[in-house]
């Protein structure tokens, strides 16, 4: 049984525009350690009859469990960017070298990084201007066998980053007995800063990028 689907290079744009000296290579090396570990850890699971980690976490807390992931990782491929090390500082990535101790609460300069199941409507805690990116995935949930879906692997979907500004962020209300944390969603403007300089397609979904950007034209 496969767990885990790696990605191709062959998917990449090499056309995309990256900061800080990061390349698809990078992004790419990354993306394929969390499928190595995704794919481990819930072979493992298998062998004592115990479901795959995505069905067990809540879906918010495997999708940080994907950026944090990324986040770690990528700096190891990319010496010119660094984690940012102050606790839950903005954003999650540091150009190299920039700042005391590689820590920063916040920042102008940086790559902030966020991991979803949904191809648009990304939403965060910090409007601010920053590079975003965005890792779009497919996986179980922990609501599947209630639902009647059987196993599906773990596979990237798409990879989307742009410069965004925090006109490019609106804030999300919420009702007064909410105690929902009250979050900023990418605007229009910004998803298609972000579209239409897409860095991984899937290969069942080639061209998807220009095509939504179409649709949410029309």
């Excluded at 979907?157 to 900023?184: C, N, Y």
Aim: aromatic letters at 10%.
């Amino acid at each position: 049984m496969k767990f885990a689907e790696s990605v191709s290079i062959k998917n990449f744009n090499a056309g995309a525009t990256l900061p800080y000296g990061l390349k698809v290579t990078h992004i790419c090396a990354a993306m394929n350690e969390f499928i190595d570990l995704i794919g481990f850890i819930n072979q493992q699971l298998a062998t004592r009859q115990i479901q795959q980690l995505e069905r067990m976490l809540m879906p918010a807390n495997f999708s940080s469990m994907v950026g944090e992931f990324v986040t770690a990782t990528m700096p190891k491929h990319c010496k010119t960017i660094v984690k940012n090390q102050y606790h839950n500082g903005h954003p999650d990535m540091l150009p190299a070298g920039t700042f005391p101790n590689n820590a920063a609460q916040h920042a102008d300069e940086g790559i902030e990084v966020k991991a979803s199941r949904y191809l648009k409507s990304w939403q965060g805690h910090n409007a601010e201007d920053a590079w975003l990116m965005v890792f779009c995935f497919d996986s179980g949930r922990p609501t599947d066998e209630t639902k009647g879906i059987g196993f599906k692997p773990f596979r990237f979907l798409m990879v989307v980053g742009a410069k965004l500004e925090k006109a490019d962020w609106k804030f999300a209300g919420r009702k007064e007995a909410s105690r929902r944390t009250i979050t900023a969603s990418v605007t229009t403007t910004g998803y298609k800063k972000m579209m239409s300089n897409w860095i991984y397609e899937s290969p069942e979904l080639q061209g998807q990028a220009n095509l939504l950007l179409r649709e949410d034209d029309a």
